[in-house]
Structure formats: C-alpha cells, structure tokens
C-alpha cells in the first residue's frame, strides 16, 4: 500500500489530488495538509512514500518546506513532487532544484502526467529506501565486522602477551630448571638439552645417543624405555646407577610433540644423595634400636656396678660394730676396697663427662716410661687387684733409661686402664706391657692372652658406655667407660691407639704419642718420706665439716704432732695471725669467709706460707678459681692418705 501526502493550501486543490490518487491508486492512503507546518507533522508522523506540494502558500511556502524535509535525515529521501502554476518560471524551478525537489507538475494538473510523475517518484523512492537499507545494513555490517576485528585485534594482543610470558617462563625454566633436562628423537639421538644440562653434559652432546653421552658405560640401560614407542603423554620412570661418573639418577621418559615431530622428554633426578639419606634412615633406626638396648644394658650394669659395692660398705659397717676384733681388719679392708672401687667410678664418670665438654690441659713434664710401666706392673701384681696372671714389664735395655717429656698423669691413666682391662679379662694367662721408642714417638703396647674381642665388637669397644658380649655374659665389672676415656686422652696427646685381638686366644692394644726427648731422667712421683722432722710441723686445717676435719687428724696424727682445726675462711685467717704453720689444709667451700677469700688474705699477709686446696668439686674451673686465689696445690676429696703424704713432703718444708 502507498501512501501519498498532499499539501496545499487550497482545499478544491486538495479535493481533486485525492480524486485524481484514488483513481489511479485505489489501494493507496492520502494525506493532506493545507499548511506547511501541518505538512511536515503528517510527514514525521506517517512517513509517505510521495510528497505533493504546494509553492505558493501562506506562511511556511513550499520551498522552506522542501527545504526542511530535506534537511531531516529521517524524511529527507521522500520524493517531494512540487505542484506550481509557475511551470514556466526558470528561477523558481532551479531554485527548487538545489534545495531538494525531485519533480514538478504544473497546474492545472494533468492526471496522467500526475500519475507517471507519482510512479516514477515511486521508483526513486523505492531506490532510495533501498539504498538506505543497504546503507544502514552495510554500515551495521562494517560496525559488527569492526567490531570483530577488534575483539580479534584484542584476543591477538592477549595471546601475543600470554605467548610472550609463557615463553618467559619456558626459557627461564629452561635455564633454572634444577635437574638435567633434554629431548631425544625416537631413535635416542639428543635434539635440545636445557641449559642446566648443558653444563654438566656439554653442548656438543647434540645428535649424539643418550647413552652414549649420559652412561659410563656408554652403552644402552638394561631396562631402555626407548625400546619401545612411547605415546604422547606417556611417562616412563627408570633408575639408572653408573651415571655421569657413578652416579644414581632416576629419570623419566615423556613423549611429547618437538617441532613438529614425536619426541621424548626426559628428565634427569640425582638420587646419589636420596639413597644415601634412604641408607642413613634405615642405619639411624637401626642405631636407635641399638642404643635403646645399650641403655638398658648400661642401666643394669651401673646399677650392678654401684650395688655391688654399696652391698659390702653398708654390709659390712653394719657387721663392724658386733665384730671379733680379730675380724675387724679384714671388714675394714673390704670396706675400704668397695668405697675406692665406687669412687673410681664415680670418677670415671666425671672424667669422661668432662673430656668430652672441656679442653683438656696438657700438663707436660719429663720422665723415664721404663719406670712407669714398672709401677703399673707392680699395682697389679702386688695385690692391689686380685688376679692369677703373670704380669710382665717387656723394655728393651736400651730404653729404660730414655726420658721423655709428655703429659705423665694422663700416660699413667691410660695404661692403668688398659692393664686393668687386660687383668680383667684374662683369667689364668699373661700380660706383657712395655713401649718402644722412635725418631719422635713412643710406642707403648698391653698384650693379654685373655678371652679376645670379637672381630664386630672391635670398632665399638672405644665407645661410651660400651660393653662387649663376655663382659656381660662372663659377668666382668666395668661400666664401658675405660677405653673411652684412653680414647681422649690420647686425642688430647695427639696419639692413636689401635687394637689387634683373636677371640679365646688374646688382645694386643698399641698406642703412640709423639713426645719430646730429654737428657735427665725425672724421677717419678717422690713418694714421701715421713721421717723424724714432719713431726716438728705445724698444720691448719680449715674445714667447716667436722668429719672432714677428724678424717685429716686421724690420718695426720701418728707423724704430725701439732694440728689446729679452723672452722670457716675467717677462723684460719685469725689463726694464722697468732701462731706460724708450716702448712695449711684450705676446703675451699666454707662459710662466712670461704677458702677462696681466706687463701687471698692468708697469702697477702704471708705469702710464704703454702696453701694446700682441699675440695670435692673438682672441675678444671674450680681448680683454676683456687690456683688465682693463691693455692700452691689442689687435693680431690676424698682425700687419699698417699697424695696428703706427698703434699706434706712437698711443701711442709718450704720455710724450714
Ligand atoms: P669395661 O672394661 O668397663 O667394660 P672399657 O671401655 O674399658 O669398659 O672396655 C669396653 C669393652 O671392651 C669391654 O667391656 C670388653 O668387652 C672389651 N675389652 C677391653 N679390653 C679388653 C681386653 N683386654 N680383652 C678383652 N676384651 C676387652
């Protein structure tokens, strides 16, 4: 259906256009207007296919009519067909030209020309519509399609800049990567190899086979994945020992695409250090389980060791009071026996806790090893310890009179525990001990023909606490602690010991220290004689323990005829003032003024005065605490009658 507007502003006019249109157009819907400004509004509101217009007009005239629809884009392609009068005015027909007019009739309208004029505006406006349509429609069309590539252009970017980073992260993981990496051809042969990999295999490994490159052999794994094909994604974990110079190493085979072609990714773990750390788990358990059974070892042993001689002190002090005197002796003697055995271990145990936290001072000094190992031959053979082994000294002549310089007392522990030990363990054999001397060393020996140490037992006998099997099945005392304590000794001589043993038939322990020579020959400790003069000397003893103090008078009163007894630092310091002593006994642990302070005081006032320290705290620091107060010596309680008499011989004579 077309419809057709009308504008003119005289009605007949208007009435002859409809019956002109309606003729010619029966299915077609007029419009009309009698002014512009009407016009226009029928114009927005129904949009017509063809626009029939009037020029002259009162008000708005045809031409601003024209001229306004053809400046809205929404109305401007309607045809607009003027209808003049003035048909032969040139000016007004050019003029209506360039303001938009696609079409003129003059009146008086004729109506075939008025309906070939419609038909063909008809046409024009079909064109125009169409080439609207396609206008809008190509327009959308570039919209959408910009729009496309700039969603497109966007998604490039981003893909550019994901590109980009993954391949950031793909080259700095190839040059991080912690562990070997490189890519083989179906055939084995090396095409990429990461740059980690690259150090440790070189850059020229490329188009070489793994095997050749990777194993020391130089020839294929036994268990190969390569053998056959591996599917993309496929993965295939091998160990390999005899990698790289021995190595383990666990390597993974991937297949995967490589430029375009079916390749194998492999990756190379080192478990050189997994499987040792997978050893040392399995070793540590089995060390814990050990050492829970050495605990308890040790607990019952210590238990044994401390009850043992408990039982005979307090068994026989119980016996003491009731007994005959003639049994006196031998109860007292086992009393005396069972305290110096605990005491030695009570030693033992401080000792070995001690080397093993504190520096050990060497205290050097020269003397004759001949006769050191002759005393401690004499210790076992005399009685001291009850054994029925033949004892013997082996010194060749040409060194019993070679004197050395190294640290005595510890020489003198070491061999003690070592003879001891060869006692112990032998029960009816011999034991031969004795040194040789080289350009700087000494080689001392102990060799027993007793019951041998097992060949496993042989790298653990050093340990601490440790007990072989026969010292517990053959019930030997001993708490483990006598060949620890060798052991640092000789570490802090900087020697070495070494034990050779043949179980049923014997040991031999052999031990070195490097040591000095020298031309005198030190006598060893001067055993003190108590003769006729000690009795002239005056002692002091201070000590706020009473027992301490009866203890020192019973065993100073048959040689020493004047003993006083001070009860604190303050008491000995005040003594000292009113009469002269020869020697004073200083316990450092006292109140009101302890030993310490007192031995200042009483070696400002009379320095030549000694100035023995008695104490039962006898650490290194404790003994370097007395030495800067001003003692001359250090005694450990419980104080042996030997070491009392040596001090006595040493210093009580200073001043006569
Ligand atoms: P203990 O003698 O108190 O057991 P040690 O540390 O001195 O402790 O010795 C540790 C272990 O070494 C002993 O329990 C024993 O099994 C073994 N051993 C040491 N010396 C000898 C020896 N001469 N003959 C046989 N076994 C010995």
């Known amino acids: 259906m077309i419809k057709i507007l009308a ?137 959408e399609r910009t729009e496309e590539l700039l969603k497109e252009l966007k998604e490039r970017t981003q893909a550019e800049e994901l590109l980009l980073q993954s391949n950031e992260l793909n080259n700095s993981l190839l040059q991080t990567i912690p562990f070997g990496m490189d890519i083989l051809d179906e055939n084995g042969n090396i095409i990429f190899i990461s740059e980690n990999f690259k150090k440790l295999i070189g850059e ?77 788990l399995v070793l540590a358990k089995e060390q814990a389980v050990e050492s829970n059974k050495l605990k308890t070892a040790f607990l019952n042993n210590m238990s044994h060791e401390i009850r043992t001689p408990m039982n005979h002190i307090i068994g026989f002090a119980s016996l003491m009071q009731e007994a005959a005197p003639a049994d006196k002796d031998l109860y007292a003697e086992i009393i005396l026996k069972s305290s110096n055995q605990l005491l030695s271990l009570i030693e033992d145990v401080i000792q070995l806790s001690r080397l093993q936290s504190e520096k050990i001072r060497i205290d ?83 060799k027993d023909s007793g019951t041998g140490i097992l060949t496993k037992e042989q790298d653990r006998i050093f340990d601490t606490f440790y007990r072989g099997e026969n010292a517990l099945t053959l019930v030997i005392g001993g708490a483990g602690l006598g060949l620890s304590i060798v052991r640092e000794y000789i570490k802090a001589l900087r020697g070495s010991i070494e034990v050779e043993s043949t179980p049923g038939k014997g040991s031999i322990f052999t031990f070195s220290i490097p040591v000095q020579f020298a031309n005198n020959s030190g006598s060893l400790a001067s055993t003190a004689v108590i003769g006729q003069e000690v009795r002239k000397l005056s002692i002091l003893i201070a000590d706020d323990e009473e027992i301490n103090y009866l203890l020192l008078e019973i065993l100073l009163k048959d040689v020493i005829t004047k003993i006083d007894h001070a009860s604190n630092g303050k008491m000995a310091h005040e003594m000292a003032h009113q009469q002269k002593y020869d020697l004073i006994f200083m316990d450092l642990r006292m109140p009101e003024v302890n030993g310490y302070e007192s031995t200042k005081a009483l070696k400002r006032d009379f320095p030549e005065t000694p100035v023995i320290a008695l104490s039962a705290f006898t650490s290194q620091e404790e003994m370097e605490l007395a030495r800067l107060a001003g003692c001359d010596d250090f005694i450990a309680k419980p104080v042996k009658k030997q070491v009392l008499f040596d001090a006595i011989s040493k210093f009580g004579y200073k001043n006569n």
Not at 226 to 255: M, Y
């Open 364 to 446: 050097k000094r020269e003397f004759l090893p001949a006769e050191l190992v002759n005393q401690v031959i004499k210790y076992y053979s005399n009685g001291n310890v009850k054994n029925s082994n033949l004892l013997i000294s082996s010194i060749p002549e040409n060194f019993k009179n070679v004197t050395i310089v190294t640290d005595l007392e510890k020489l003198n522990v070491i061999l003690m525990n070592l003879v001891s030990n060869a006692v112990k363990f032998t029960f009816q054999g011999t034991i031969e001990t004795g040194f040789k001397v080289d350009d700087d060393k000494v080689t001392f020996f102990v």
């Open 204 to 280: 020229y490994s490329i188009n070489r086979k793994c095997w050749e490159v990777i194993c020391d052999k130089k020839e294929r794994c036994t268990n190969c994945p390569l053998e056959k094909p591996i599917k993309i994604g496929e993965t295939n974990i091998i160990e390999v020992d005899g990698i790289l110079g021995g190595r383990s190493f666990q390597i993974s085979h991937t297949g995967m695409m490589f430029k375009g072609r079916k390749a194998i990714l492999e990756m190379f773990q080192d478990i050189t250090e997994m499987k040792r750390s997978r050893e040392e």
């Open 7 to 143: 504008i003119d502003d005289h009605l007949d006019n208007l009435i002859s256009l409809r019956a002109i249109i309606e003729d010619t157009f029966p299915d077609s819907t007029i419009f009309t207007a009698q002014d512009g400004q009407h016009g226009l509004e029928l114009i927005i509101a129904h949009d017509p296919d063809v626009i029939l217009l009037d020029v002259v007009m009162p008000g708005m005239d045809g031409f601003e009519v024209c001229r306004r629809i053809k400046e809205d884009v929404r109305i401007s392609d309607i045809p607009v067909i003027f209808l003049t009068a003035l048909g032969s005015d040139k000016r007004s027909r050019l003029k209506a030209l360039e303001i938009g007019a696609d079409a003129f009739l003059s009146k008086p309208i004729d109506e075939a020309e008025l309906t070939a004029q419609i038909k063909a505006m008809l046409i024009v406006k079909h064109h125009h519509q169409k080439q609207k349509y396609e206008k809008e429609y190509l327009t959308a069309l570039v919209t």
